[in-house]
């Protein structure tokens, strides 16, 4: 909760404005203002791309795929600083587990990735212009979140499912009684290790509290998800 308090304190600390780009401006060459400058928006990531191959059809592809992928480093970025504050003193799995929801939240959000101009310059170099409304991402990484947590769940069920599977091996085996005991006692101790692991890391997702952390990380940046 300190660290959630110390994000919101810091969004209006830092709060800025993004200025708006006017994709429809031009250069004094006649080229789109967004092959020079890529545009900015409160509530639209943009990403540029270019490309130059045999044909006009590959070289539009390539370009697309190029804008998309600038832009999906972007959306990364952005939503690891959002998530980087409230998760600064995280470690070991739940660091980790922070990075997957990062990478599954972008990847929903490039579902719907629109084309929004495209320029074919005098030397045949095709660009490309791509957005995706950025509204969702909170909710996106909260969903995530929320699965992710029901997913150690489930683990630790599958693990205790397959230490009593153990046991009964061990119990219709013809071990030596002594021998059998200490397999069961490291099968136990075992249990009790990865179920600590798996509780510490559920403890440290919080889905609502990182869902307000990136809101208003991204409030602070000048963005509105709304």
Same mark, same amino acid.
């Given at each position: 909760?300190?660290?959630? %308090?110390? $994000?919101?304190?810091?969004?209006? %600390? $830092?709060?800025?404005?993004?200025?708006?780009?006017?994709?429809?401006?031009?250069?004094?060459?006649?080229? /789109?203002?967004?092959t020079t400058e890529v545009p900015q928006s409160g509530k639209v990531?943009?990403?540029?791309?270019?490309?130059? +191959?045999?044909?006009? #059809?590959?070289?539009?592809? =390539? #370009?697309?795929?190029? @804008?998309?992928?600038?832009?999906?480093?972007?959306?990364? &970025? +952005?939503?690891?600083? @959002?998530?980087?504050?409230? #998760?600064?003193?995280?470690?070991?799995? @739940? *660091?980790? =587990?922070?990075?997957?929801?990062? &990478?599954?939240?972008?990847?929903?959000? $490039?579902? !719907? &990735?629109?084309?929004?101009?495209?320029?074919?310059? /005098?030397?045949?170099?095709?660009?490309?212009? &791509?957005?995706?409304?950025?509204?969702? *991402?909170?909710?996106?990484? #909260?969903?995530?979140?929320?699965?992710?947590? !029901?997913?150690?769940?489930?683990?630790?069920?599958?693990?205790?499912?397959?230490?009593? =599977?153990? $046991?009964?091996?061990?119990?219709?085996?013809? +071990? /030596?009684?002594?021998?059998?005991?200490?397999?069961?006692?490291?099968?136990?101790?075992?249990?009790k290790i990865e179920n600590s692991r798996i509780d510490e890391e559920?403890?440290?997702?919080? /889905?609502?509290? *990182?869902?307000?952390?990136?809101?208003?990380?991204?409030?602070?940046?000048?963005?509105?998800?709304?």
């Open positions: 909760m300190k660290k959630f %308090l110390v $994000l919101i304190i810091a969004s209006f %600390l $830092l709060a800025s404005c993004v200025t708006e780009t006017d994709i429809t401006a031009v250069n004094d060459d006649g080229s /789109p203002i967004w990531v943009y990403g540029v791309g270019s490309a130059k +191959l045999s044909n006009e #059809a590959n070289s539009r592809n =390539a #370009a697309d795929a190029n @804008a998309r992928a600038e832009m999906s480093r972007k959306l990364e &970025v +952005l939503m690891n600083d @959002a998530v980087a504050t409230y #998760a600064n003193d995280a470690e070991g799995q @739940a *660091l980790a =587990a922070y990075e997957q929801l990062t &990478v599954q939240t972008v990847g929903i959000t $490039l579902r !719907n &990735v629109k084309v929004e101009q495209r320029w074919t310059a /005098p030397d045949g170099t095709v660009w490309s212009l &791509v957005s995706v409304k950025i509204k969702d *991402l909170d909710d996106i990484y #909260a969903l995530e979140a929320n699965d992710y947590k !029901n997913k150690l769940e489930k683990d630790k069920t599958e693990l205790a499912n397959k230490y009593m =599977a153990l $046991l009964a091996q061990i119990a219709q085996s013809a +071990l /030596p009684e002594e021998q059998a005991e200490e397999l069961k006692d490291a099968a136990e101790e075992y249990l559920n403890s440290q997702i919080n /889905p609502d509290e *990182l869902q307000a952390a990136i809101r208003e990380f991204f409030a602070s940046s000048g963005y509105d998800l709304d």
